[in-house]
C-alpha cells in the first residue's frame, strides 16, 4: 500500500509491527523534516491489521483510524496536521482477537523509524517536540 521503499524527496517512510493480544497491526509514517526549527510533518500513514474474523468492518476501521490519530497526537503532532490515513483490514476466519489498544502505540513508533530513516537518529520519548528533535540531530 505505501509502495515503502520509494520516497518523495526530503521525506522518509517508517515500519512499525505490533502483535498485540492475537491482533496483528503494521504500519508505515511518511514524514518530512524542517532541519532549521525540528517540526516533524507526518504525510501519510498506512496500516494493515488482522485481528481475526472481523465482525463490524466499519466500526474496525474507525477503532483504528482513531487509535493512529490518537497515536499521531501523542508523538509530534496537532490535530489540524493530521495525516492522511489508508487502513485495510485483512480477511481471516481465525477467531476475533482486539483492535482498542494497539494503533495508538504503532503510530509513534512508525514515525519514530521514519524519522530514523531521515536523519540517522533516533528519537526515544514522546513528543516528538523541536527541541528534542533538534537535539536529537546534534
Not at 517508517?14 to 510533518?41: C, H, K, N, P, Q
Request: hydrophobic content about 45%.
Amino acid at each position: 500500500m505505501s509502495g515503502r521503499g520509494r520516497a518523495d524527496p526530503n521525506r522518509a517512510k517508517g515500519l512499525a509491527f505490533s502483535d498485540y493480544d492475537g491482533t496483528m497491526l503494521a504500519a508505515v509514517a511518511e514524514i518530512s523534516l524542517e532541519r532549521t526549527s525540528g517540526a516533524i510533518r507526518v504525510h501519510h500513514i498506512w496500516a494493515a491489521a488482522d485481528p481475526g474474523l472481523v465482525l463490524q468492518p466499519d466500526n474496525s476501521l474507525s477503532l483504528i483510524e482513531g487509535g493512529l490519530i490518537f497515536g499521531v497526537g501523542m508523538a509530534p503532532l496537532r490535530m489540524n496536521e493530521a495525516p492522511e490515513l489508508y487502513v485495510e483490514l485483512m480477511p481471516s476466519d481465525t477467531p476475533p482477537t482486539g483492535l482498542g489498544e494497539i494503533s495508538p502505540i504503532i503510530a509513534p513508533a512508525a514515525i519514530g523509524n521514519a524519522f530514523a530513516a531521515l536523519t540517522g537518529r533516533r528519537l526515544r520519548h514522546l513528543p516528538m517536540i523541536p527541541e528534542r528533535v533538534l537535539a536529537a540531530m546534534t
